[in-house]
């Protein structure tokens, strides 16, 4: 099964996968690649180092310029814009483009604008028009100008809600050994008190302890994963969401109680982000820092977790 290839086209590649639809006044150059079962709708532009993966849709009136890569299964939504130099003049060309990368299953909304060199991470969703100026994490949904983080895809919101005297009721987590540790608490009309004692509170022996704060509301913390780290960490004051995934779940909750703590495994991939103004996350870990215990690339966590 040969590509479709409209009258009105001018397709100077001989490098277009199977299956795909190419529409009216779209333009490929010779040297662009296009995968499988694209859909590339009226008024597109193409230039010549541009790679477009299997089944991917790019909507009407979109320019991939040189250094555009995106993977199998990306929407590019209509009137989208990509870039590939930080500083264009005419007639004043770079050596090479930077590279900008959209992973596997990300979608684009209309109109959003791309700065170069980035990467959208995989199943990420860039919201209509939103300026991205900076990389994108998989799997979060991000908008405005400059566009930030509002929430994560399929993510499953969990509610810490007050029951009586003070405590919360149990939180139930799918994704894997993730589970919210209620911390010895002592309320008196002087003030409250909460105690970690070593192992009898925690899971693992504590080898180091931090504290995180004065973290800009936009910004992501975390975004990794570790091999054998275990971690509990506790808000103790202000909030911050906290995303658990296992490759196979991913969930959500909101910390703001400073006596209930949230034990996370290895190989659970997290990230932390809408901290209120006055937030302070304090960490308790198993290990000393290890740089090698840790996964920063979704993709590879995705491939550890599935092995």
């Not at 109109?111 to 998989?138: C, H, K, S, W, Y």
Request: charged share 20%; glycine share 8%.
């Amino acid at each position: 099964m040969s590509a479709t290839i409209h009258a009105s086209a001018e397709v100077l590649s001989e490098q277009i996968g199977d299956g795909t639809r190419i529409w009216q006044h779209v333009v490929v150059l010779s040297g662009a690649r296009i995968g499988q079962d694209c859909n590339l709708c009226a008024g597109i532009f193409i230039e010549n180092d541009v790679q477009v993966g299997d089944r991917v849709t790019v909507k009407n009136g979109v320019q991939l310029f040189d250094g555009v890569r995106l993977a199998d299964d990306v929407f590019v939504g209509p009137n989208a814009t990509f870039t590939n130099d930080q500083f264009p003049r005419s007639k004043q060309q770079l050596d090479a483009p930077l590279i900008t990368r959209v992973e596997r299953g990300a979608s684009i909304g209309a109109n959003a604008t791309i700065l170069p060199g980035l990467t959208i991470g995989e199943n990420a969703m860039v919201g209509a028009g939103a300026v991205v100026t900076r990389d994108v994490p998989a799997n979060v949904v991000v908008a405005g100008n400059p566009a930030r983080i509002i929430s994560y895809v399929d993510s499953e919101e969990l509610a810490l809600s007050p029951s009586k005297e003070g405590e919360t009721s149990p939180v139930e987590f799918t994704t894997g050994g993730v589970r919210l540790l209620a911390l010895a608490n002592v309320q008196d009309l002087r003030g409250d008190i909460t105690v970690v004692e070593g192992e009898t509170a925690l899971p693992f022996e504590i080898r180091r302890v931090f504290w995180v704060y004065n973290v800009p509301s936009e910004k992501v913390r975390g975004a990794h994963v570790h091999h054998e780290l275990e971690e509990v960490v506790v808000c103790v004051r202000g909030s911050v969401s906290v995303v658990v995934d296992d490759g196979i779940h991913r969930e959500q909750i909101t910390l703001n109680d400073p006596s209930q703590g949230l034990y996370l495994p290895p190989r659970v991939w997290r990230t932390l982000y809408r901290y209120s103004q006055d937030a302070v996350l304090l960490v308790f870990a198993s290990h000393a820092y290890d740089p090698d215990d840790y996964v920063r690339d979704y993709a590879e966590f995705k491939r550890l977790v599935s092995a």
